[in-house]
């Protein structure tokens, strides 16, 4: 009898033997990621892929907070967009167990969050397959924003793991112009003569000025990186509608730009058309205030490009 237990202990001792060897939980986790791209982490799980030693994969974990009544719209913009990256990742021909996707909910984890100190959420943070986790391991969400090929640069830094995003098609946009092209059409048979407002030069010259604002104010760029619209600090809980680095912005900076840049546009506007006849106060009041609206908010973007680039020396009024 005594025989039989040390012949058993021996045998739960041999390495391989447990549940919980390196082999095992790449094991699972492959297999769990074959069903799901992104791999939900409880406490216990957490415990077996992330801390239990040695690992030799490297893990991105997303800690995020999903429930409804937790109110987090960029948790779920920045969830779908991850899972687009672990889905292009699990797909792809580069799939292998030296890198796994994975998240941590609130609500399920609430102690990993303590443990991590982690006060917000989303959190995206890369565990190493070896070493202790460096600054850079943490995704920069403010200054990268939250599109899936940004994550996907982020990882390929960290890991050397090239991951080629694949979003399924999106046919929105074929829709949107098709119907386009069908009011355009429509307009066209049945209003063909009375069309005249396509020849003057102040409708296209108003169009074109509206899509250079809109450009100019880094609209496109956002459109891109998905960035947020404001920033609100956790602990003062003030709201920053300018991001204080050049290399970022927000979605309401964006807006502030256009409309500064609008009004820029229209003070010359107001010198350029302002009446000619002198004898007229009006054509006086016209090129002034033209001036005052130019100085004025030309003033306001320098202010906020000094803001963003420190050490500018450049300022007219402000």
Same mark, same amino acid.
């Given at each position: 009898?005594?025989?039989?237990?040390?012949?058993?202990?021996?045998?739960?001792?041999?390495?391989?033997?447990?549940?919980?060897?390196?082999?095992?939980?790449?094991?699972?986790?492959?297999?769990?990621?074959?069903?799901?791209?992104?791999?939900?982490?409880?406490?216990?799980?957490?415990?077996?892929f992330?801390?239990?030693?040695?690992?030799?994969?490297?893990?991105?974990?997303?800690?995020?907070?999903?429930?409804?009544?937790?109110?987090?719209?960029?948790?779920?913009?920045?969830?779908?967009?991850?899972?687009?990256?672990?889905?292009?990742?699990?797909?792809?021909?580069?799939?292998?167990?030296?890198?796994? @996707?994975?998240? &941590? #909910?609130?609500?399920? $984890?609430?102690?990993? =969050?303590?443990?991590?100190?982690?006060?917000?959420?989303? *959190?995206?943070?890369?565990?190493?397959?070896?070493?202790k986790?460096?600054?850079?391991?943490?995704?920069?969400?403010?200054?990268?924003?939250?599109?899936?090929?940004?994550?996907?640069?982020?990882?390929?830094?960290?890991?050397?793991?090239?991951?080629?995003?694949?979003r399924?098609?999106?046919?929105?946009?074929?829709?949107?112009?098709?119907?386009?092209?069908?009011?355009?059409?429509?307009?066209?048979?049945?209003k063909?003569?009375?069309?005249?407002?396509l020849?003057?030069?102040?409708?296209?010259?108003?169009?074109?000025m509206?899509?250079?604002?809109?450009?100019?104010?880094?609209?496109?760029?956002?459109?891109?990186?998905?960035?947020? @619209?404001?920033? &609100? #600090?956790?602990?003062? $809980?003030?709201?920053? =509608?300018?991001?204080?680095?050049?290399?970022?912005?927000? *979605?309401?900076?964006?807006?502030?730009?256009?409309?500064?840049?609008?009004?820029?546009?229209?003070?010359?506007?107001?010198?350029?058309?302002?009446?000619?006849?002198?004898?007229?106060?009006?054509?006086?009041?016209?090129?002034?205030?033209?001036?005052?609206?130019?100085?004025?908010?030309?003033?306001?973007?320098?202010?906020?490009?000094?803001?963003?680039?420190?050490?500018?020396?450049?300022?007219?009024?402000?």
């Open positions: 009898m005594i025989s039989l237990i040390l012949l058993m202990v021996f045998v739960t001792s041999i390495p391989g033997s447990t549940s919980n060897t390196l082999e095992s939980r790449v094991e699972q986790l492959q297999e769990i990621s074959y069903r799901t791209p992104v791999v939900k982490l409880d406490e216990d799980k957490y415990k077996t992330i801390r239990t030693l040695p690992r030799n994969y490297s893990i991105v974990v997303m800690f995020t907070a999903l429930s409804p009544s937790r109110n987090c719209k960029i948790c779920k913009e920045a969830h779908s967009e991850f899972t687009t990256l672990a889905r292009s990742h699990r797909y792809s021909r580069q799939f292998d167990s030296s890198l796994f @996707f994975t998240m &941590v #909910d609130y609500d399920g $984890g609430a102690s990993i =969050f303590q443990r991590l100190k982690l006060t917000s959420a989303p *959190v995206i943070l890369h565990f190493p397959a070896s070493g986790r460096k600054k850079e391991d943490r995704f920069e969400l403010e200054r990268r924003g939250i599109a899936a090929e940004a994550f996907a640069k982020w990882v390929k830094e960290r890991t050397e793991v090239q991951i080629e995003v694949m399924p098609p999106n046919y929105t946009n074929a829709i949107l112009l098709g119907l386009f092209l069908f009011a355009v059409s429509g307009t066209l048979i049945i063909g003569n009375s069309l005249d407002f020849y003057k030069w102040k409708y296209w010259a108003i169009t074109s509206f899509i250079m604002f809109a450009m100019t104010s880094g609209q496109m760029w956002l459109h891109i990186r998905g960035a947020p @619209f404001a920033h &609100v #600090d956790r602990h003062s $809980g003030r709201t920053s =509608f300018i991001h204080g680095g050049s290399n970022a912005m927000f *979605v309401a900076e964006s807006y502030i730009i256009a409309i500064v840049n609008g009004l820029i546009a229209f003070g010359f506007i107001l010198m350029a058309d302002s009446p000619r006849d002198k004898s007229n106060p009006a054509s006086s009041y016209m090129s002034y205030g033209g001036l005052g609206i130019v100085v004025i908010f030309f003033s306001i973007l320098l202010a906020i490009f000094r803001m963003k680039h420190r050490g500018y020396p450049y300022s007219l009024l402000f």
